[in-house]
Structures are given as C-alpha cells and as structure tokens.
C-alpha cells in the first residue's frame, strides 16, 4: 500500500521533528509509537475493514488513531468540532460502525450498532485498501458524502517534493487538510499545530515553530491584515503562503503581497470529489494559474472547467454519480483562458442575472473591498419580479456608520466603476461573513445584521 511507504519514510526520520502541538514537540519515533498504540487498541476490538470515523481537532492522539485506522484497511470518516451540529447526520449516511474520539480516553472506542453495506465499502474491503468519506459543506444545497480510495490519494506523495514547516489550518476533514497531512509527512516535515485558527494564534504558532508554509484562504488572510497581528510577530520564517478553498479577491491578493514580500504567494485548487492538483501561479501578484500535473487531465467546455483524475472519488454515497461519460467532472467554476493559463471569475451557480445581464459576485467585490471603511464584503443574488435578481452586497464595516450614508457612499464610488445594474440594490450591514472554516459566506441566510440593519 501506498501508506506503508509513507509510514517507512516516517520511521527512517527517527528523532526528527514531526509534530508541534503548542509548546510541545514530538518527534517522528514518538509518534509512531503512537500510531502503533491505537493500532493495538483497535486490534484489541477487531476493527479491521470497517467503516470508522475519527472525531476530533488536529492533535497528537487524533493523527495517530487515523493513521492506525488507516493501516487497518478501515474507511475513515473524519469530522472536526466546526461540523459538530451535522455529526448525528454524518454518521448516518456514513454508515459508520465504529466511534474513535480520541479525547475520551478508556471510551475512546465505540461500536454504533451499524453495519455498513454501501456498494462502494464493498469494493473497497474487497481491494483490501483503506477508504476516505469526505462531506461537502453544504453551502449550494444538501452536504454529499464523497468516498474515496485513499490508498489512491496518496499516490501522489511518493514523489519526494520540497520539506517544509508548516501550519496545519484546514481540518482533517477536508481534503486540503488530508492533502496537508500526508504531503508534510512523506517529506519528512514539521506539523504545527496552533492553539486556535484566530490571526492571533496563527501568527504566535509561526513565530514560535518558525513556520515555512501557511496554507488557508482568502478569507482568513483578509482577517489577518486586518488584526495587524503581523505586524506583532516575526514572520519572517514564511517562505510559502498558499490560498484556496474560494477566489482570491485581487485587491486582497497585492495587500498579501505587499505584507509578505518575502514569501512566495501560490494559489491551489482542489475538491473533495477529486483531490489537489498541482498548481503553478504566474507570478506571486497574479491570479492566473495553471492547474493539472500527472493523474489530472482538464478542459474547459463553455466556460466552465471540467477535470478527470485518477484520484477521484468513487462516488457519493448519498447522490447520483456527478461523472460524464469520459469520466470527466464539472467542477461549477467558470474561468477565463490565456493560453494553458486559467482565472477563476466566479461559480456558475453564484452569477446573478439582472434583466438578462449577468453580473459576477467578485467583480462587485473586489470594487468594493477598495471603498474606505470596508472590511470585507460578500455579493449575492435576490428574487425580483421586474429584473429576475437584483444585486445584494453584505458588507463588514471597520467602524460604524449609518447604512444611508454608506449607501449613498457606496453609489457614488460605484458610479464610475461598475454599470448601473451590477451596482448593488440591496445593503446588508453585518458582524461576520466567514463560516468555521474561514469561508466566505455570499449567501444571506443565516448572516447575522449588524445593528445598522438592511436597505
């Protein structure tokens, strides 16, 4: 299996450092140690080829139960504290047969009672590899429950790349935290783990671990220029900084850039349905990338991006199969094309159509990130029954001000830079627009006013 030889390299390392949790520092050795405890825990309960979640933040105990699991053929269900709310409904339609939450200790195994049967379980139990069930978060509708090979997954990083320090942002339940683990991993890296995903604590984990890569999202690298904490700790350790998980904002991007110039800024591009693919930025300024690498095929077909991979999921386990005849999936993302470079200009399900005219969220967001007092602003459609939709825009404010006034603000500075009917109609003042995952929220449901209200 692919994992045994990521898990040889982890026990060639030895007294190397492998994981930084807080002030402590385990090495390699320490943690295959641990890795070969839970393996004996779940040896001790017969959970072989089953179906098992793991429960828990990024840690010492939770990464060592996974790769034990993993080594045991199971097919790991993996659910972060940001997703407690759905993990009733996540068991359920993960078919989970056995509990692994780490925190409880003596308990820390459960059987649920379940037996799982899905037909894609079967396929993998009968090639003897472990699997992967990963949830969609759920923002374009019901959450899909993807499942994959992770022996496949983890083909990729047998090709030995650069070692890096890095901080883990995105949990292990999502495939770029997954993605994270076992590329630090195979090439012999430092995990480090901060004390929580606030700018504060992130930028105290890089000064103290002297952190090389930071990868997250535009979101919370907005939030961090915000804080200025920054400009409170040496950073000067970061030689890498990746963002994905959602668009970039350009005027986002060069203050990024401006505040890190001595690291290189790389955008990434992946799915839960497919995996990362690799990735190459034309320049550290420039939202322009190239996406693919071996195992990924991709094309674009009126717009929108397509791509085939050799890592791609099996399917969901709760909806039909997203894959076109050739294998190829529609990723929803519709792009601009300069030679073998793409942009990314927004969703195709998030393009708003005001009387046949169709008007792109980021377009209207990166005009109003440059208005003074805007901290950070998300645009969505709404129903009208004269133009189809009209142009909503949730704005977070750096200090208050009367939405009438911001409006009017707001329509002179649009007034020479954007067309009358992408200028937003609607004004939402609100508190925050990420979600736990540091992901801009455009839709306005559930985004709570702020007490300057809505006009």
Request: with cysteine; net charge neutral.
């Amino acid at each position: 299996m692919n994992l045994d030889c990521v898990l040889d390299r982890m026990a060639a390392l030895g007294a190397a450092p492998a994981l930084a949790v807080g002030d402590r520092v385990y090495t390699y050795r320490e943690l295959l140690d641990r890795v070969g405890y839970w393996s004996g825990r779940l040896r001790d309960r017969t959970v072989f080829r089953r179906v098992v979640s793991v429960e828990g933040e990024y840690g010492f105990e939770t990464i060592a139960a996974f790769l034990a699991a993993a080594r045991f053929g199971n097919v790991i269900v993996p659910l972060s504290d940001a997703s407690a709310a759905h993990h009733d409904k996540f068991l359920e339609i993960g078919e989970v047969e056995y509990r692994i939450k780490p925190s409880d200790g003596a308990d820390a195994i459960s059987w649920t009672g379940c037996a799982a049967s899905h037909d894609f379980y079967a396929r993998l139990r009968c090639a003897e590899v472990p699997g992967l069930v990963l949830f969609s978060s759920g923002s374009t509708g019901r959450q899909k429950a993807a499942v994959h090979d992770l022996d496949a997954l983890l083909k990729k990083f047998l090709t030995r790349r650069h070692c890096y320090r890095t901080l883990v942002f995105l949990q292990l339940d999502h495939i770029g935290g997954i993605n994270t683990l076992f590329y630090t991993l195979a090439n012999g890296g430092l995990i480090v783990v901060a004390d929580g995903r606030m700018p504060r604590d992130v930028c105290r984990a890089v000064a103290q671990h002297r952190v090389e890569l930071l990868p997250t999202s535009p979101t919370f690298l907005n939030l961090l220029l915000l804080s200025e904490e920054h400009t409170r700790h040496d950073l000067s350790s970061l030689k890498l900084i990746t963002y994905g998980t959602e668009p970039m904002p350009e005027i986002t991007l060069a203050r990024v850039r401006a505040a890190f110039p001595g690291a290189n800024l790389l955008q990434t591009y992946g799915l839960s349905e497919l995996g990362i693919l690799r990735s190459q930025s034309r320049d550290s300024g420039s939202l322009w990338m190239r996406v693919g690498g071996e195992g990924f095929e991709t094309k674009i077909v009126g717009g929108r991006l397509f791509i085939r991979a050799q890592s791609a999921m099996l399917g969901y386990l709760n909806a039909p199969s997203p894959f076109d005849a050739d294998g190829f999936f529609d990723t929803g993302d519709l792009v601009e094309v300069d030679g073998d470079w793409i942009r990314i200009i927004g969703r195709h399900s998030e393009v708003i159509n005001v009387g046949g005219n169709k008007v792109f969220p980021m377009e209207v967001e990166n005009t109003l990130l440059a208005l003074d007092n805007v901290d950070d602003v998300a645009v969505h459609g709404e129903a009208n029954p004269f133009t189809g939709q009209v142009v909503v825009a949730s704005v977070t404010l750096s200090h208050d001000e009367d939405l009438a006034s911001f409006k009017t603000r707001m329509r002179l500075f649009c007034r020479d830079k954007l067309a009358a009917y992408k200028i937003p109609a609607k004004v939402e003042l609100v508190r925050s627009l990420h979600s736990a995952r540091f992901k801009k929220i455009r839709r306005a449901a559930g985004v709570p006013a702020a007490s300057g209200g809505v006009a």
